[in-house]
């Protein structure tokens, strides 16, 4: 069974700053996928970025980036310029390798951008 | 990504009664999955919608509770039984193996919101 963490509940930056978001995770396989999503007030899931584990190569996307600690299980996401579009709630979550199976999400971080 | 809608939006019900819900994806895609979002709470996986088959439940959940169709590769539903306010909750669905996108990204559709008096 996979276990994902998210040890900060909330985050407050300024607008334009950047700010890094934690998550760790645990695993027995070697292979796996790792995400982010955001999740606004309008509750729509949507998914950021993600990571292949077989990738040693951070993924990015735009203003997004991860930084991707195998060995120490650790999947942090970084905004870089942040907007106020960027407020919401965050959820790092891992996959099983084939994809076959459902997501495991971590509680959650809820993000505020201030103007 | 895939369209997906759910129906209803949102809906108000009362104990004893069940809904159900529908996820419509606009194209053929490989996996549906069924989520709950307690209030204030992270998703949980409910199950897997299998095409032609019985549904794949997690821990936690079964089929009496949470019945699950998937008649064809664009459409799946999920009913909430005999509800109790314990069920009020947003219910997701999200679909993998869309034509565009990595096989295994997860989509989600827009929710229904719950809420059982």
């Known amino acids: 069974a996979q276990t994902v963490t998210q040890s900060q509940p909330e985050m407050s930056v300024q607008e334009a700053e950047t700010v890094t978001l934690s998550c760790t995770y645990d695993?027995?396989?070697?292979?796996?996928?790792l995400f982010w999503y955001k999740q606004p007030p309008s509750r729509q899931m949507i998914l950021v970025i993600r990571q292949e584990a077989y990738k040693q190569q951070n993924a990015t996307e735009n203003r997004f980036s991860v930084n991707f600690q195998k060995a120490a299980k650790s999947f942090s996401l970084k905004i870089s310029d942040s907007q106020l579009g960027d407020t919401a709630m965050y959820f790092c979550a891992s996959l099983q390798w084939g994809g076959a199976d459902g997501l495991t999400f971590g509680k959650g971080t809820h993000l505020i951008i201030q103007p | 990504s895939a369209v997906i809608s759910q129906k209803p939006s949102r809906d108000i019900c009362q104990r004893g009664t069940s809904l159900t819900i529908q996820c419509q994806v606009d194209s053929q895609v490989t996996m549906m999955f069924w989520y709950r979002q307690q209030p204030g709470q992270s998703l949980t996986l409910i199950a897997t919608a299998n095409q032609g088959s019985e549904a794949t439940y997690e821990s936690g959940f079964v089929i009496d509770k949470f019945p699950i169709s998937r008649p064809n590769l664009t459409f799946s539903t999920l009913t909430v039984s005999n509800m109790s306010p314990e069920d009020s909750s947003i219910y997701l669905c999200s679909v993998a193996g869309a034509r565009q996108g990595a096989s295994y990204e997860q989509y989600f559709g827009p929710g229904t919101r719950l809420t059982v008096t």
């Open positions: 695993t027995s396989e070697s292979n796996y996928y």
